[in-house]
């Protein structure tokens, strides 16, 4: 059965750096989310991607944010100045139209 | 902004009985309601979703209705079985071209054998 893929699993940075969460969406899917869920709390949407831009994006989705599809197959995620706050899961997910099967997610640790 | 309450932090009730839970929401309706489930550590796993137009809607043993009147879905699990202790979540599909998502906090079930 087809699954979103993301890595790596755990990433841990030091506060200030760049990362990059990588996710490969399955492969007819149209449209593209990245989520973040800080431990012990709720799911947030950051932003939902479709035909090569961004189609909506979440008041936590700022400058700092970016997305990109640099390829048919790999969706990003960039985070240009990690803060401490930035520490959380983050979910990639992916859909044909409306039912979204999500990725296991990257666990970001910001020191 | 969205807000969306879902009913009590956990749900305790007994194999073979019904579990009902409750997502209600405010502001403006969405084009459609999802119910999640996600256990620890993973990723949440879609499990149904229902449209504004539509009342109710089955998935074996689950079933999830609609009233945008009193803004509120009812998730029901029927013959619960302890495999179905997770977190259960709803998301509201809203915005401009409904694929942006707010997610309720969950609701933790604990089926007891």
């Known amino acids: 059965e087809p699954e979103v893929t993301q890595t790596p699993s755990h990433q841990v940075t030091q506060m200030g750096q760049e990362v990059i969460l990588r996710c490969v969406p399955i492969?007819?899917?149209?449209?593209f989310y990245w989520y973040r869920q800080i431990l012990g709390q709720k799911v947030e949407f950051l932003v939902s991607?479709?035909?090569?831009?961004?189609?909506?994006k979440s008041e936590i989705f700022d400058d700092q944010f970016s997305v990109e599809r640099p390829d048919g197959s790999n969706f990003t995620l960039k985070i240009r100045s990690t803060k401490l706050e930035d520490s959380a899961m983050y979910f990639c997910?992916?859909?044909?139209?409306?039912?979204?099967?999500f990725g296991p997610g990257t666990r970001l640790t910001v020191l | 902004s969205q807000k969306i309450e879902q009913n009590s932090e956990a749900l305790n009730i007994q194999e073979g009985k019904t579990a009902t839970l409750t997502c209600n929401y405010t502001?403006?309706?969405?084009?459609?309601l999802q119910w999640y489930r996600q256990d620890p550590g993973r990723g949440p796993v879609f499990l149904l979703l229902?449209?504004?137009?539509?009342k109710e809607k089955r998935k074996e043993r689950l079933k999830v209705t609609f009233d945008t009147t009193l803004k509120q879905s009812l998730f029901h699990i029927t013959a619960s079985q302890p495999a179905d202790s997770a977190t259960y979540l709803c998301?509201?599909?809203?915005?401009?071209?409904?694929?942006?998502?707010?997610f309720g906090s969950g609701t933790k079930l604990n089926v007891k054998p």
């Open positions: 997910a992916s859909s044909e139209r409306d039912e979204q099967f």
């Open positions: 502001n403006y309706s969405p084009a459609y």
């Open positions: 998301a509201l599909g809203v915005g401009l071209n409904f694929n942006k998502f707010y």
């Open positions: 991607f479709y035909n090569n831009e961004i189609s909506e």
């Open positions: 492969s007819n899917h149209l449209y």
């Open positions: 229902i449209r504004e137009n539509e």
